[in-house]
């Protein structure tokens, strides 16, 4: 049995025949990139394969043919031809101070000239220093230099909360990555990664020429697993494995033409003995800089169901400019979910929450971090039980005795929890962490309904008021439920009004259709 490369980012280690590790061969989607054209951009969440596809570039330019026997690239390439190659790698690094990011950028530098046998004469400003370095590089092997960046964005994420130092670490990366502009005629080939696609103007000055894969369906698959590679590669591991609930946790990621799974949580979880759904990869670390986006700007989490952005919004952001759609799409707690062409040939993207490994977990983190409540396992089964049995006055109990449980502090010195929506949200973000099949601001040809919960045997169609107006009254003159008739299954309506001064549940209504 082939072992799993948990934690292993280097490709000539998975590929040693001694280490037999399982391998998943993107060497296609390489060798389309190198003979397509020079400079690329590629944007994935964390932990989703990009250090290992750089990992493979810089073996494929290196020219070390024997780890890629059997590989679709291996007699496809002329493995005489080597190019210098320097790997900027910021991936491991977690800087807070000048000092720090100065100095760690010196030590990437150095590595690359050691690596390569050159010293450069400039040592004090890296942006000199690597234009010196192209040059060298060169000018030794009489090849044109391959450029691999990994987490290029990484140095302005890890102080997305401190506004001066992100600024410092963006002008001290835009200096770098503008000396490839001026370098072009010494250059092979360029690829930078990142989790996020800042604009152009502001890393990449002048950079023009920049290919921005992300969105580019030709390579949608190129990191992650595909249902067809996770059955190929990974049999071996499936006794006792429920395919199905398998891809309900961790597929669903999606860039266009397929939906992969996500690498680092198939690999843990296949490697757990239990065969345990967990929250792998999201319990490595969730920005709380999302967490205070939500909160100061009171977002109204339900919008979270059928978002819709164009595409120059999801393209990209800024330090001064930071979207929580845009930043959610891509540290990946949301994916797309349908691309839509509208009448003046823009596109639009759907977007949603990818699978139930971050349904669950992001609403948790968000009713443990926002509302207040850590101990919310009981009220959580409670509501499950109360709806899957259609048991609406128990619904109602356990809803009443939700908002009962949330400290009084929290209303007072949360912003989030004096805005209207903040009990839609509530109950939408409870709900939602059920993992059940929710939909908020739900969209019918006659207006929105406030959250739709769509069980195996009923779904429950629910308005949230607090004024007072009569809840129900909203959904049977707009009969939105005439959406779901064909579905064959029990439909409730159920309507909640809350009073801002009891900050609870004062009526309750329902009624089945």
């Not at 072009?184 to 020429?209: A, R």
């Not at 509208?342 to 596109?347: D, E, N, Q, V």
Request: contains cysteine; glycine residues 4%.
């Amino acid at each position: 049995m082939k072992k799993l490369p948990i934690g292993i980012q280097t490709f000539e280690k998975i590929r040693d025949k001694q280490e037999n590790y399982i391998y998943v061969d993107k060497t296609k989607y390489a060798l389309d990139l190198i003979q397509s054209g020079v400079y690329y951009f590629l944007s994935r969440p964390r932990r989703f394969g990009k250090s290992l596809f750089l990992s493979t570039l810089k073996a494929i330019f290196e020219g070390k043919k024997e780890y890629f026997e059997g590989l679709y690239i291996y007699d496809r390439w002329d493995w005489e031809e080597k190019y210098p190659v320097i790997h900027l790698s910021f991936a491991e690094s977690d800087l807070t101070t000048k000092d720090l990011i100065l100095k760690t950028v010196k030590s990437i530098f150095q590595l690359n000239q050691h690596r390569l046998g050159i010293e450069c004469m400039e040592q004090d400003y890296m942006h000199l220093c690597f234009k010196e370095l192209i040059l060298k590089a060169y000018e030794k092997y009489n090849k044109k230099v391959v450029i691999l960046v990994d987490e290029y964005d990484k140095l302005i994420l890890d102080n997305i909360e401190n506004t001066e130092m992100a600024k410092f670490a963006r002008e001290e990366l835009r200096r770098i990555y503008s000396v490839m502009k001026d370098a072009d005629p010494y250059i092979k080939f360029v690829f930078l990664t990142g989790v996020s696609k800042f604009s152009k103007t502001s890393i990449f000055s002048g950079l023009n020429n920049l290919k921005d894969i992300s969105l580019d369906s030709r390579y949608a698959t190129i990191c992650g697993y595909t249902q067809r590679e996770f059955e190929t590669s990974f049999a071996e591991y499936f006794e006792g494995v429920d395919l199905d609930e398998v891809k309900e946790w961790y597929n669903g990621y999606y860039w266009g033409v397929e939906s992969v799974y996500n690498p680092f949580d198939i690999l843990l979880f296949l490697d757990n003995p239990e065969k345990s759904f967990k929250n792998y990869w999201f319990e490595t670390g969730t920005p709380t800089f999302l967490m205070k986006l939500i909160e100061n700007n009171n977002y109204f989490l339900p919008n979270l169901s059928n978002l819709v952005v164009d595409e120059s919004l999801l393209g990209s952001f800024d330090i001064d400019n930071m979207r929580l759609e845009v930043i959610l799409f891509q540290t990946g707690y949301l994916t797309i979910d349908k691309v839509e062409t509208t009448p003046f040939g823009s596109i639009n993207y759907i977007l949603r929450l990818p699978n139930k490994e971050v349904k669950i977990s992001f609403n948790n983190f968000i009713i443990d971090r926002l509302i207040g409540d850590s101990d919310h396992s009981k009220k959580k089964i409670e509501l499950y039980k109360s709806l899957f049995s259609k048991e609406m006055e128990a619904f109602k109990s356990t809803i009443t005795s939700l908002f009962a449980s949330i400290p009084y502090n929290n209303y007072v010195n949360n912003e989030m929890q004096k805005s209207e929506g903040f009990y839609a949200t509530v109950i939408y973000v409870y709900l939602q962490s059920l993992g059940v099949d929710i939909v908020g601001e739900d969209v019918t040809n006659r207006g929105r309904i406030d959250i739709t919960v769509k069980f195996p045997n009923s779904i429950y169609i629910m308005e949230i008021k607090v004024t007072d107006e009569d809840p129900l009254a909203q959904i049977k003159l707009k009969k939105y439920y005439e959406k779901y008739l064909n579905e064959g299954k029990d439909i409730y309506l159920v309507g909640m009004k809350f009073d801002r001064n009891e900050k609870n549940l004062v009526e309750f209504v329902w009624e089945k259709v």
